[in-house]
């Protein structure tokens, strides 16, 4: 008896603890930050942390009806001082940053096209959705 509820409680939680693997933290000066979410587990797992960080940002663009997600996006993060805060590349659609409270522009820039944003990070649990269109412009060369 012992060893079948071992085994149901095993097989009931590995996939669990294996969506819940993230990449490695990195760092840009002080702020740490973690870039990812290719593939469902990977993608499962920065959902599920997102909300223990206080600012996540979200790449895509528009396919059709629906939105695809995007990764090489250059990011670039300026607080009200226009002090750069961060400046990365993200290796996925998704990126869990752990800044300090305050007011940030965000610059995103996926094949020559920026957009910006600004958000007040008070606590954790800040999203940014940046969405490109389905056809953008050439980049001038």
Not at 18 to 23: G, H
Not at 46 to 51: D, G, N
């Amino acid at each position: 008896m012992r060893i079948s509820l071992a085994l149901l409680l095993s097989a009931l939680f590995s996939p669990l603890a294996s969506a819940q693997i993230l990449p490695a933290v990195q760092f840009y000066q002080d702020n740490a930050y973690i870039c990812g979410g290719i593939g469902s587990d990977e993608s499962q797992a920065f959902r599920s942390a997102r909300s223990q960080y206080p600012l996540s940002l979200n790449f895509g663009q528009k396919q059709g009806n629906r939105v695809a997600f995007v990764a090489d996006v250059q990011v670039v993060m300026r607080d009200d001082s226009d002090q750069t805060v961060l400046n990365i590349s993200s290796e996925g659609p998704i990126c869990l940053l752990d800044v300090d409270p305050g007011n940030y522009h965000v610059y995103a820039t996926y094949e020559g096209q920026t957009q910006q944003q600004s958000v007040r990070v008070s606590r954790q649990g800040h999203q940014l959705n940046f969405i490109w269109p389905e056809t953008l412009p050439s980049s001038p060369q």
